[in-house]
C-alpha cells in the first residue's frame, strides 16, 4: 500500500513539473492561437542556461532564476518578434496560420541542433548542488526533495501567472487578444505587442521549467524532445489556455506515469497516455478546463 | 501577393543555393590524382541519441590512421595512406544504407565500418554484401549480423549472447568467491532492439543456474522519470540488478536507485550507456560499487594499453571506452588486412580479413590475445572483462575485476555492496 | 484561338520531355548511388503527392501519415515473411488496411479544429508506433517489436518485388509517382475535387450548400492512406528491414508533411517540386557536413523551413508557377484580342 501512496505523491510531484513546461506551451496557444513546436527546443535552452548560471556562479539552482527568466523572457520576446511576426502578419485573413506551425519546427531543427554542434551531445548534470538527491523520508516512503521544490515552484508560477492575466492590464490585454483578437485591437490593443509578450511569457516559464529539472535531470541538446509531445498532449488535456488546465493536466500524467507501473510494464504506460489524450480530444477537445474559444 | 524585394531574393537566393548544390553533388567531387590511397567508408552516429558514442568511435579511428600513416602506411601499396571517409547514419537504417550506396559507388570505398546501433548494421551489410565490398563491424552486438550469411561481414566485439554468457559466469564466479548465495534477479532494460534481445537471453540462462526472476521490466529509453521503475524494484527485493540501458536512462536510473536507497547485492550492467564517459562524470559516487561489462578497461594489463590511453586522453580529453579500442583495433586490423593482400581488390581484401591471426602490434590493447575470423566473419576470441566502479583514493574509476587474471592487481572487488 | 492551341500543346509536350527524360535517365545514369538518390526522391514525391489529398486539398493537417507507410511495409512483410505471400498482393491488402484505419481516424478527427486535427493525427501516429514497438507477436502475425524484420535478399525478381540492380526499382516508383500525380490531376478537375476544396475554406458554407462535407474528407483520407501504403510495401522491398523507429517515426511525417508545405500544398506539382527541392538539401548538407559539423544539416534544413514559410508561405510553386508562365507567355506572345 505505502508504495501507491508513494506513487501518488511522486506522480503528483512530478505532474506539477509536467504541468510547469507545459504552461508556456498553453499561454501560447491560447494566445497565438499556434502549436509551438519548438516548445520542448525553448525548455531544452532553458536548461542550458540554468545549468551555466549554477555551474558558473556555485548558487543554489532557484537563486540562479534571477538570471534565468528574463533572459527567457527577452530570448522568446524577440523570438517571436523576429521569426513569426512576419508571418501572421502575411498570413492575416488565416485564422490559424498553419505555416506558423512549420516555422517553429525549424526552430526547434536549428536550436537543437546548434547546441549539439556549440555545446557537444555530453550528458551533463549539477555535481554538487544542494538539492540533488535529497529525500524526505516519512516510515517506509522517500519523497524526492527536488521535485517538491518542483512543485511549488509550478504552483507559484502558475499562480503569479494566473494573477497576472486577471489583475493586470497587460494580462487583461492579453487574454482580449486570445478571445477575439480584430475586437481587442479595434479597442486599441497593439495585437503584435500583446504576442510578443505572451511568447515572452510563456518561454520565461519554460525556462523556470527548467531551472526545476536541472537538480535531478540531465542536460542535452535533445532533452527538449521528451518534454515537447508530453507538453501537446498536456495542452489538450487541460485545455487550451486554462492555466490550471495545464497544471492538472500534467498532475494527470503524472499520476499515470508514477502509478500505472505498479501494474504493467513501464512501458505500456506511453501507450495509455496517448490513448487517454485521444479519448479527450475526441470526448471533449476542448479539454478538462478549456473554454469554447470561437475559432 | 505582393513579391516585396526581400522575398523575391530570398527565393532567388534559395533556389540558386539549391541548383549549386545538385549541380556540385551530382558532378561529385574531383579526385585527386596521386599515390595510392586506402579509402575506408565509416558510417557511424554522429548525429542523434547516439552522438556521443558516435564521436568516440571517429576519434579512435583518426588516432589509429594517423598512427598507421605516419609510420609509412601499408608498404606492400607501396606506402599507400589510410583514408578516412565518414558519414552520419544519425541512428538511422535507410541514412545507413544511403550513405554505403554513396561510399560504394561514387566514393569508391575498398572498406567499409560501421555502425554502432545494430539496426542500421543489419541492411548496411546487406548493402556491403550485394557489392562484395568488405565490411569491418567493429562493435554492434546483436548476434543476427554474423548469422546472415554475408561472407563479407567481420566484427571485432563479440556477440551478444557472449556478454550475457559472462555476464551469468562472473555472477557465478563472484559467488564463489565470496560466499554469497545470490537466489533473485531483476531485469531492467530499455525497450529497444538491444536491451529485448539481452532479456531474452538472460531469461533463458537464469533459468538453467536455477535463479529466481522476481522483476523483468523494459522501461523505454526516453524516460524522463524513472521512480515508477525503481519502485518495482524496490518492491520487488531482489538480490542482484541486471541492467540494460543508454547513457541518459543509466544517468537517471542511477541517481534515482540512490535516492530511494535501494539495497541490493550487485548491480550488473550492460555496458553502452554505462560506459559512456558522460555517465561517471554525471552519476559520481551513486555509480559506486556498479559492475560493467565492457570489451575493454583502460587498466587492462596489456603492453601498450597505458600508452594509448595516455594519448587517446590528451588528445580528445575522455579515457577510451571499449566503442573507441574496438574501433582502434578495426583500423589495425584492415591494416593488417591490407598488407597482407597486396592489393586494393575487394576480393582479395576479403580474403586477408578472413584469415587474419593478429596477436600484436598496436591495435592489441584489447583484453584477449588474438583477432582471429571464424566461417561467419566472428572474431573468435573476442572476450569481455567485467570492471567495477569504484573509488579507491583517485576518484571514481572503472577497475577490471574479471576473469580473475585480467583483475587489477591489489583490488579486491566489493560484493555484495556494503 | 491558333495561338492558344500552341501554348497547350507546348505544354503538353513539355510535360512529354520531361517524361522522355525521367523514364530513358536509367539508361544514361548508370551510378547505382544517383539512381538510388532518385528512387527516394520519387519516393518522397509519391509520399507528399498522396498526402496531398488529404493535406492540400482537405485543407487539414495530418502528422501522422507514418503510421501508413508502416501498415504498408509490416503488412506486405509479414505476409510474404510467414506465408510466402508476393508483395504485390501484400500492397494491396496494406492499402486496404491502411485505408480502413485511415477512415477510422479520420471519423472522430474531421470534426475537430486545424490545430487539434494535427495534435490528433501526432497521437495516432505515435500510438501505432508505440504499439508496433511493445507487440512481437498479434495474433498469430510475428511483428518482432523494436527488432524489426528482414527480409532475406533471396528469390528476386518481379513477383517477389525484389531486384539486385536499381533500375526495375525507379521505374516501379515512377510509375507510381505518375499515377498518383494522374489521379491528383482528375480529382482536382472532379466534382469531388471541387466540394473538397469548398469544404476546406468555407465548410459551413459548404454544407449548406448540401455538399457532404465530411464524406468528401474520409473518401479523401481513404485514398490518401491507401496510397501511402504502397509506398510502404515498396520502401520495404526496396530497402529490406523495417522497424518501427525509422517507419513509424514522427520524423518521417513531418518530413513529408513539410516538403508538401514547403512546395505548396494543394497544387499538384507543390509536392514534386518541394521534394525535389528539399531532398538533395537534406542529403546534401549530411554528406558534406554530417561528419564535420554534426547536426549542421538539420539546421540547414530548418533555417531552409523558416526561410520558405515567412518568405513564401503558400509555397515554392507559386513562384514557381509565375516563372514558368512567364516563360510560357514569352514563347508564344498572346494574340490580339482574346483573353
Not at chain 2, 265 to 271: L, R
Not at chain 2, 299 to 313: H, I, L, R, S
Amino acid at each position: 500500500m505505502n508504495y501507491i501512496i508513494e506513487g501518488l505523491i511522486n506522480g503528483i510531484l512530478m505532474g506539477s513539473i509536467y504541468g510547469l513546461t507545459a504552461l508556456g506551451l498553453t499561454i501560447i496557444f491560447g494566445v497565438l492561437k499556434v502549436i509551438n513546436f519548438a516548445h520542448g527546443s525553448l525548455l531544452m535552452v532553458g536548461m542550458y542556461v540554468a545549468y551555466w548560471a549554477v555551474s558558473l556562479s556555485g548558487l543554489h539552482p532557484y537563486l540562479t532564476l534571477v538570471v534565468v527568466v528574463p533572459v527567457m523572457y527577452l530570448f522568446g520576446y524577440y523570438l517571436q518578434d523576429i521569426v513569426i511576426k512576419p508571418i501572421f502578419k502575411a498570413e492575416r485573413e488565416v485564422r490559424e496560420p498553419i505555416t506558423v506551425i512549420i516555422v517553429t519546427t525549424g526552430v526547434w531543427y536549428i536550436l537543437d541542433n546548434l547546441t549539439l554542434l556549440v555545446f557537444g551531445p555530453q550528458y551533463r548534470s549539477i555535481q554538487d548542488n544542494p538539492l540533488r538527491g535529497k529525500m524526505l523520508e516519512f516510515g517506509e516512503m522517500l519523497i524526492s526533495v527536488p521535485k517538491l521544490w518542483g512543485f511549488f515552484a509550478a504552483i507559484i508560477t502558475a499562480g503569479s501567472v494566473y494573477w497576472f492575466l486577471q489583475k493586470t492590464r497587460t494580462g487583461r490585454a492579453i487574454r482580449a487578444t486570445s478571445l477575439d483578437r480584430d475586437a481587442a485591437s479595434l479597442m486599441g490593443i497593439k495585437q503584435y505587442r500583446v504576442y510578443n509578450i505572451a511568447f515572452g511569457i510563456g518561454t520565461a516559464t519554460a525556462g523556470i521549467a527548467g531551472v526545476t529539472l536541472v537538480p535531478f535531470y540531465n542536460v542535452f541538446p535533445t532533452v527538449g524532445v521528451l518534454f515537447d509531445i508530453k507538453g501537446f498532449i498536456i495542452v489538450v488535456l487541460g485545455g487550451l489556455g486554462s492555466i490550471g488546465g495545464a497544471i492538472l493536466g500534467g498532475i494527470i500524467i503524472g499520476l499515470i506515469e508514477s502509478v500505472g507501473p505498479q501494474f504493467m510494464a513501464a512501458t505500456w504506460t506511453e501507450a495509455i497516455v496517448y490513448g487517454l489524450f485521444l479519448l479527450v480530444l475526441f470526448v471533449k477537445p476542448s479539454g478538462l478546463f478549456g473554454v469554447r474559444y470561437d475559432w | 501577393m505582393k513579391g516585396t524585394k526581400i522575398s523575391q531574393h530570398v527565393f532567388r537566393g534559395i533556389l540558386a543555393t539549391i541548383c549549386v548544390c545538385s549541380l556540385i553533388f551530382f558532378t561529385g567531387t574531383p579526385s585527386l590524382a596521386g599515390p595510392e590511397v586506402v579509402k575506408i567508408g565509416n558510417i557511424i552516429p554522429l548525429s542523434g541519441p547516439s552522438a556521443s558514442v558516435g564521436q568516440q568511435g571517429k576519434q579512435a579511428r583518426e588516432m589509429a590512421v594517423e598512427e598507421i600513416n605516419a609510420a609509412g602506411g601499408i608498404k606492400s601499396l607501396g606506402g599507400a595512406k589510410l583514408e578516412m571517409l565518414y558519414a552520419d547514419s544519425e541512428s538511422k537504417p535507410e541514412k545507413g544504407v544511403a550513405e554505403a550506396e554513396r561510399f560504394i559507388n561514387t566514393e569508391g570505398v575498398h572498406v567499409l565500418t560501421g555502425c554502432w546501433n545494430s539496426a542500421v548494421t543489419y541492411p548496411t551489410t546487406a548493402v556491403a554484401e550485394r557489392y562484395g565490398i568488405p565490411f569491418v563491424v567493429p562493435v554492434s552486438v546483436a548476434d543476427k549480423i554474423t548469422e546472415q550469411g554475408f561472407k563479407t561481414v567481420f566484427r571485432i566485439a563479440a556477440k551478444d549472447s557472449w556478454w550475457t554468457r559472462d555476464q551469468f559466469a562472473f555472477l557465478a564466479d563472484m559467488e564463489k568467491e565470496f560466499n554469497t548465495k545470490v537466489k533473485k534477479l531483476a531485469f531492467v532494460y530499455e525497450n529497444g532492439d538491444w536491451g529485448k534481445g539481452f532479456a531474452g537471453q538472460w531469461k533463458e540462462l537464469a533459468k538453467k543456474g536455477g535463479y529466481e526472476v522476481v522483476l523483468d521490466e523494459p522501461y523505454p529509453s526516453t524516460a524522463t522519470d524513472l521512480s515508477p521503475v525503481v519502485q518495482k524494484i524496490r518492491r520487488a527485493k531482489p538480490d542482484v540488478l541486471m541492467l540494460v540501458s543508454n547513457a541518459a536512462d543509466a544517468i537517471l536510473l542511477t541517481n534515482t536507485l540512490a535516492e530511494y536507497k535501494v539495497k541490493l547485492k550487485a548491480i550488473i550492467a550492460s555496458g553502452g550507456g554505462h560506459a559512456d564517459p558522460s555517465f561517471l562524470k554525471a552519476a559520481g559516487k551513486n555509480a559506486r560499487y556498479i559492475f560493467d561489462i565492457v570489451e575493454w578497461e583502460t587498466d587492462v594489463n596489456k603492453p601498450g594499453a597505458k600508452e594509448a590511453n595516455a594519448k587517446y586522453k590528451a588528445k580528445y580529453g575522455e579515457n577510451l571506452t571499449g566503442e573507441a579500442v574496438d574501433a582502434y583495433l578495426a583500423t589495425y586490423v584492415l591494416k593488417d588486412a591490407l598488407e597482407r593482400a597486396g592489393s586494393l581488390d575487394p576480393a582479395k581484401i576479403r580474403e586477408a580479413l578472413a584469415t587474419t591471426n593478429l596477436r600484436s602490434g598496436p591495435g592489441m590493447i584489447v583484453g584477449y590475445s588474438a583477432v582471429e575470423f571464424d566461417k561467419t566473419g566472428q572474431n573468435e576470441h573476442a572476450a569481455l572483462v567485467i570492471v567495477q566502479i569504484n573509488d579507491i583514493g583517485s576518484g571514481m574509476e572503472r577497475i577490471t575485476v574479471w576473469p580473475k587474471e585480467a583483475r587489477r592487481a591489489g583490488y579486491t572487488p566489493v560484493f555484495p555492496m556494503p | 484561338m491558333g495561338e492558344q492551341m500552341t501554348r497547350q500543346n507546348l505544354q503538353i509536350s513539355s510535360l512529354l520531355l520531361v517524361g522522355i527524360i525521367t523514364f530513358g535517365l536509367p539508361l544514361v545514369l548508370r551510378s547505382p548511388t544517383y539512381l538510388h538518390i532518385l528512387i527516394l526522391l520519387y519516393l518522397y514525391a509519391y509520399l507528399t503527392s498522396s498526402w496531398n489529398l488529404v493535406g492540400g486539398f482537405a485543407g487539414v493537417l495530418p502528422l501522422g501519415h507514418a503510421a501508413f507507410v508502416g501498415i504498408g511495409a509490416y503488412s506486405s512483410t509479414i505476409l510474404y515473411l510467414q506465408y510466402g505471400i508476393s508483395p504485390w498482393l501484400g500492397m494491396i491488402v496494406g492499402g486496404i488496411l491502411a485505408a480502413i484505419v485511415g477512415i477510422i481516424i479520420g471519423l472522430p478527427t474531421f470534426k475537430m479544429r486545424g490545430a487539434y486535427f494535427a495534435l490528433a493525427t501526432i497521437a495516432f501516429g505515435e500510438g501505432i508506433r508505440v504499439m508496433v514497438e511493445n507487440i512481437d507477436y498479434l495474433g498469430p502475425f510475428n511483428l518482432n517489436g523494436p527488432r524489426g524484420l528482414q527480409i532475406p535478399p533471396r528469390n528476386v525478381g518481379l513477383t517477389n518485388l525484389m531486384f539486385t540492380t536499381k533500375e526495375p526499382y525507379y521505374y516501379i516508383i515512377l510509375i507510381m509517382l505518375v499515377a498518383v500525380l494522374a489521379l491528383t490531376y482528375f480529382i482536382s478537375r472532379s466534382k469531388l475535387g471541387y466540394y473538397l476544396n469548398a469544404g476546406g475554406e468555407e465548410p459551413e458554407a459548404a454544407m449548406s450548400l448540401g455538399v457532404n462535407v465530411a464524406r468528401c474528407k474520409l473518401i479523401a483520407m481513404a485514398m490518401s492512406s491507401f496510397l501511402t501504403a504502397l509506398a510502404g510495401t515498396f520502401y520495404a522491398q526496396f530497402t529490406l528491414f523495417i522497424h518501427p523507429k525509422s517507419i513509424i517515426s514522427l520524423d518521417l511525417s513531418f518530413e513529408i508533411a513539410f516538403i508538401a508545405l514547403i512546395g505548396g500544398r494543394g497544387s499538384i506539382a507543390g509536392p514534386v517540386l518541394g521534394a525535389l527541392l528539399l531532398r538533395p538539401v537534406s542529403d546534401f548538407s549530411r554528406i558534406y557536413f554530417g561528419a564535420t559539423l554534426p547536426g549542421l544539416h538539420l539546421i540547414i534544413f530548418g533555417t531552409v523551413l523558416v526561410l520558405v514559410m515567412i518568405y513564401q508561405p503558400r509555397g515554392l510553386q507559386e513562384p514557381l508557377t509565375r516563372v514558368y508562365h512567364k516563360l510560357l507567355y514569352r514563347l508564344i506572345p498572346e494574340p490580339a484580342g482574346t483573353e
